[in-house]
């Protein structure tokens, strides 16, 4: 891959221009990647965490009854139910997790800046270094310095929410949003870019291209509805850029063209772990840290992978075997998010 040659200046005013004109458009999984990672999550509760959960979903529900109602009415009807039976209980557990995994993308984002920077951590990468990638690691102090106005990190803002959803002693309300929070938190964890940063040098002081929203980018996809799709984001209608063709055009295009439905897209994630549960401690094993790491890698050997930058359209022009080469690295994050958004909850819900 290559990319224009900027002097340093040049392309810190450039991404000054893109932050303060060009709204991004990615959010860390679109709404249906953060529902399937809840879905997937929902089914791996134990009984205690699957109980803390109904209730604060149920605590929620009454006190922001107006998102519920415009979100996700089928929620709302279960928990003003007085009693549920266990298959009930399931299925409100489910599709509560799926109606607040998005509760933490704009508006509330916008609303609250100061939460902004908990949807990432940008650990730095070079791809364009003389001998390939210039990587790096984790470091607490770089990727999650405090800024007054957006906020510290994903990985500080899970390491304070937890202990506020696990404790009985705090106000149901802080619980229950401290439970929307990390829902949500766990989810853009898995999305790759969410935890990465291409920077023209990986020691230098330009910001990078925070996840791929820098990286304009053409999305070619020939199955996908005749390929009408491949220079705008349906949902948005601009332009794409690598992030939202991680965050949404993936997966849109994979749904479309298999003809799933979101029942079947949870069903067919799910296969590997059901045919083999003996999988399941494996994909939920390590840490925070350690779930970051494997995204950042995610990031290099498979987002990252771009043709060279085509000086006509300036951008990246995708070709179809990048769709092909990465929709199922997809599905595996958004499956590994879901187990391991399960994983973080028992333990936080641990008597």
Known sequence: MTKPRLHVLKYA?????????????????????????????????????????AQLLRVDSTSNRSYYTATCADVLALADQPTLSDAETARFVETGLACIASWADPPVKDQRLYTSNWHFVDIPV??????????????????????DKRGDCAFLALKRLSPVAGNEAELAISRAEALKFIVHI????????????????????????????????QFNVPAWDGNAHKDKNARWGSPW???????????????????????????????????????????????????????????VNSAYKLPQLDSTYHGYILTPAYYDSNHDVVNHQLLTGGVRLAAFLNKTFAP
Request: hydrophobic share 40%; aromatic share 8%; proline share 6%.
């Open 241 to 299: 850029n690598l992030h939202s063709v991680w965050d949404e055009g993936l997966i849109d295009a994979y749904m479309k063209i298999n003809n799933l439905t979101q029942d079947a897209y949870v069903t067919l994630l799910l296969k590997p772990v059901i045919q083999h549960p003996e999988t399941l401690p494996h994909l939920q094993s390590g840490d925070l840290p350690a779930w970051m790491k494997e995204s950042y890698s995610v990031a």
């Open 13 to 53: 005013l450039l991404c000054a221009f893109v932050i303060l004109v060009v709204p991004f458009q990615g959010f860390g999984w679109g709404d249906v990647g953060h529902r399937v990672v809840a879905r997937i999550a929902s089914r791996y509760l134990s009984p205690q965490a699957r109980a803390a959960v």
């Open 186 to 217: 766990i989810g853009d964890l898995h999305q790759p870019l969410h935890c990465i940063t291409d920077k023209q040098n990986i020691n230098g002081s330009d910001p990078g291209d925070f996840g791929g929203n820098l990286k304009k980018v």
């Open 126 to 147: 070079s791809m364009n270094g003389p001998n390939g990638p210039v990587l790096s690691s984790f470091d607490v102090a770089r990727e999650c310095r405090m800024n």
